[in-house]
């Protein structure tokens, strides 16, 4: 199983539209990379479909960003992200 390196936190989760605000404290982060959702009840893993900062479509967020992803299953506020 390949080291996982803790990127960033949830920030916020809009439960409506699936979609999850993901703030990259440690590193950056590129779409199709894949992600690992853990604590507060989470637990999954997925790869990064699309993602945007400040409402415009990226392809990659560096640290500091606050992302915006669709997110597969509901996150709630202080789950920690981890890129695979």
């Not at 989470?42 to 415009?56: K, L, N, P, W, Y």
């Amino acid at each position: 199983m390949p080291e996982e390196k803790l990127i960033g936190k949830i920030t916020h989760y809009f439960d409506k539209i699936g979609v999850a605000v993901l703030e990259l404290t440690k590193a950056g982060l590129k779409v199709g990379e894949t992600i690992h959702v853990t604590g507060h009840g989470a637990d999954f893993t997925q790869a990064v479909g699309s993602m945007q900062v400040e409402h415009e479509n990226v392809e990659k967020a560096k640290k500091g960003d606050a992302v915006g992803m669709k997110i597969d299953e509901p996150v709630k506020e202080g789950a920690e992200v981890y890129k695979v």
